[in-house]
Structure formats: C-alpha cells, structure tokens
C-alpha cells in the first residue's frame, strides 16, 4: 500500500484498521532521507513536513510464519543413540518473504545445520513464497556427561521483508530431550 501526503497537509483521519497487535513495518521518505521503523497499533496518523511518501506492508503479528509444532520432545534417550525430530515452518502470510533459521541456544548434545530432512535455510535467507514450507530438523545424542538433565536446544525462524529487509516474524522453536 502506498500512502501519499502533499506537503503541509495532515492526515490524522486516516487510519489502518487492523486487529489489535497487528505489526505494521513502514518506510518512510522524507525528500532523499529513508527512515525504517516498526510499531503495533491499529490507527496511524500522518503529518506532512515536506513532501511525503509512506509505503506500508501490513503482516499479522505472529502471523507471517507458522511453526508446527512449536515445541518437539525428543523424550528420555539412551546415552550414545542418535534421534533427528523437526518442525515444518510456513509462509502464512500472502508475500513472498525471506526466511532464515538460527541457532538461539545449542546444548552440546544437540546438533543444527545440514542435517537429513532439513530444508530450511540455514546459511543465509531464501526466499519463501506464500503457502510454502521447509523443515528445520535438529539431532539430538545423548552424552554420559549431561545423562539425566533435561537439554532444550532453540531456533529462531525469521521472516524478512524482501524489499527492505526489515523483520516482520520471528518464531522459536524448542528441542528438548533427556539422556539416560
């Protein structure tokens, strides 16, 4: 959506109507100045000081990317076995989005990365269209020295926006399991 402002005017009648929490990620150009911001509101008000062009994508706050399941247990394992689980993440939104999937916490009996099944950008983002999936799949193996504590391994999938870059989702994914 593009909103346009000419110079001196206001615009405080103008309002997106979303649901309440709704992320609105905008750009703003003032003259040869961009500016990038975010903020959760369901009305926004403009003011013009110049010239002033406003391009606003609306994503649902937690919204754009679905993970399922968001917590995946692998259980009690015995010590020294190997067990890969995974959690399918989903461009829920109706853009194309880039997505990447980080490390937030990694226990050392967990490993993340190339791992059989994962598909889900681990290196750098790639693009996601609407409706598509990938799999982020975590091992897990079980060592004498951690047997018997549980372990929680967690990811970050993040969506971005592929014109600005900014951050429209972030989803956590929790691995957890036990040796014995």
């Known amino acids: 959506m593009l909103l346009t402002c000419p110079e001196g005017e206001s615009h405080n009648d103008l309002t997106l109507r979303r649901s309440p929490g709704q ?3 905008t750009t703003m150009v003032l003259g040869a100045r961009m500016k990038r911001f ?3 509101m369901s009305t926004l008000a403009l003011v013009a000081v110049g010239a002033l062009s406003v391009a606003v994508a609306a994503f649902a706050d937690g919204g754009v990317l679905r993970v399922m399941p968001p917590n995946v247990n692998f259980g009690t394992k015995p010590v020294g076995s190997f067990t890969l689980k995974g959690a399918t ?3 829920a939104s109706s853009t194309t989005i880039n997505l990447l999937v980080t490390v937030v916490a990694e226990p ?3 490993s993340v990365g190339i791992l059989p099944g994962s598909t889900c950008p681990v ?3 790639a693009a996601l269209a609407p409706g598509e ?4 799949v975590v091992g897990f193996r079980p060592t004498d020295f951690f047997a018997g504590q549980q372990q929680v391994a967690t990811l970050a999938a993040t969506a971005t926006d ?3 870059g900014a951050v429209v989702d972030t989803q ?3 691995f957890s399991g036990r040796g014995k």
């Open 89 to 91: 993440v989903t461009n």
């Open 133 to 136: 999936s990938c799999d982020a």
């Open 162 to 164: 592929p014109a600005s």
């Open 38 to 40: 975010r903020m959760r």
């Open 108 to 110: 050392d009996d967990f």
């Open 23 to 25: 992320l609105i990620a």
């Open 172 to 174: 956590l994914i929790d």
């Open 123 to 125: 290196f750098a983002p």
